[in-house]
């Protein structure tokens, strides 16, 4: 059956899409509230803006061989099935992490572990997932719109999780957050068994017994093709240089504005007409901060849904690059977390222009044989560089301060992004 849904939502006529839309989008306020919550205890735990680093990098231990490898078999094996196995392992960690924090038993050691295990199921999870989109909409016309819509359902779950746990944090502490994530991993896997009429995999029999070969194939197709590598490079600085200032947010909530940030806990928690008992304020600033980004990324994400298909997203992307690092050099300048908190709005719509037509431009280049092992590498780049520049921003911000972290980033960011415009116009220039 098809559905009558204006231009922005043109995606969710797709029978799949639907489902997996709802069902991940759930899923998703879960795993932010879980962000959230697991950096608030981190840092009651170790008062260490580097352990926020150490947190974000233990992930790349097993991000690097099981990506690869995971690329490979996203191109073999059926990627709902890869999917699936990758949520339960998922579900599974959140539940213990629950388990030890509400039993109040929980070590930073236990943290880390989990977090080696979470990277190793998001590193066989992503590639599978960014090319199960093309399984789930047929249609050419309607691929742009769906990873904008993938993006809608990521960033609105940004906004709504890190209020939410927020409030949980603040009232509960961090284990109703952890149990909460684990539940809602229920949506993802029902929406995935509910699928139905999924396109068949299409793969030569002799690369079965070839897998490093099979693995290579998608490096050369990439060092073939000059745009795909700029392509992938904007993301890789970006995600080095730009991105740790996500995972410095505990920082600037808890000591750079939360002097400015008083006014609004205390209207929040305190006095007779307070909104909220806390047992816990000093999550409120982190948790507004986090959902002014996610604000941001929705409005973001819902722009570039709404693009035609025949319009041209390289002047957009050229955009994203330039004002995504240019923004984040206000917010580290700023002091007044009122100030700080619609510039992270800003922050959240450029990120989305930058890096959901990256991923656009990249899907409708690369071939569907091949799609799993070029998102294979696409997700290695990002989320290495990602973990590795959260964990260098981690130990300059406790050697200088977090504001210094994030301006020096921003700015050599900010250069690459001009250097790219002027250099390579065909990127500037796509459709």
């Known amino acids: 059956m098809s559905l009558a849904l204006p231009a922005t939502f043109r995606a969710l006529r797709h029978y799949n899409f639907r489902l997996w839309f709802f069902g991940q989008g759930l899923s998703l306020v879960g795993t932010w509230m879980q962000t959230m919550a697991q950096q608030v205890l981190v840092y009651r735990l170790t008062g260490s803006a580097a352990a926020l680093g150490i947190v974000t990098a233990i992930g790349l231990i097993p991000l690097i061989p099981l990506s690869l490898w995971g690329g490979s078999i996203a191109d073999r094996v059926p990627r709902r099935s890869i999917i699936l196995f990758a949520q339960a392992v998922m579900m599974a960690q959140a539940f213990l992490l629950a388990a030890l924090a509400w039993r109040g038993v929980v070590q930073i050691w236990h943290v880390y572990v989990l977090a080696f295990v979470l990277g190793a199921a998001q590193a066989i999870d992503l590639p599978a997932r960014q090319a199960f989109v093309v ?10 719109n769906a990873i904008a819509l993938n993006s809608t359902i990521f960033n609105g779950a940004r906004a709504l999780g890190p209020a939410l746990a927020g409030t949980l944090v603040a009232a509960l502490g961090e284990g109703p957050a952890f149990f909460l994530n684990g539940l809602s991993f229920v949506a993802v896997i029902a929406s995935l068994l509910l699928m139905r009429n999924l396109p068949p995999q299409r793969t030569p029999s002799s690369i079965r017994y070839n897998l490093a070969g099979h693995m290579a194939e998608g490096f050369r197709y990439i060092f073939s093709r000059q745009t795909i590598m700029v392509l992938i490079s904007l ?7 730009s991105m740790p200032y996500s995972t410095l947010q505990p920082v600037f909530a808890g000591e750079v504005l939360i002097e400015s940030a008083q006014p609004t806990i205390r209207y929040l928690c305190d006095g007779p007409r307070a909104l909220l008992r806390c047992a816990a304020p000093e999550a409120l600033p982190l948790g507004i901060l986090l959902t002014a980004v996610g604000i941001g990324a929705v409005i973001g994400a819902l722009a570039v849904a709404s693009l035609p298909h025949y319009v041209r997203r390289g002047p957009f992307l050229t955009a994203g690059n330039l004002s995504f690092p240019a923004l984040l050099i206000a917010f580290a300048l700023s002091r007044s977390f009122l100030l700080s908190t619609f510039l992270l709005m800003g922050v959240g719509a450029s ?3 930058q890096n959901s037509l990256a991923n656009t431009l990249l899907q409708l280049a690369v071939p569907d044989e091949v799609r799993g092992r070029v998102m294979s590498i696409y997700t290695l780049v990002l989320q290495s560089t990602m973990r590795l520049g959260g964990l260098q921003a981690g130990f300059m911000a406790d050697r ?3 504001p210094v972290a994030v301006l020096v980033g921003a700015v050599v960011s900010l250069g690459y992004g001009l250097f790219v415009a002027l250099r390579y116009p065909r990127v500037r220039n796509m459709t």
């Open 135 to 144: 399984d789930m909409v047929t249609v050419r016309e309607d691929l742009t």
């Open 235 to 241: 993301v890789a600085v970006s995600a080095f240089l």
């Open 351 to 353: 990120f989305v222009f």
């Open 400 to 402: 200088f301060n977090a």
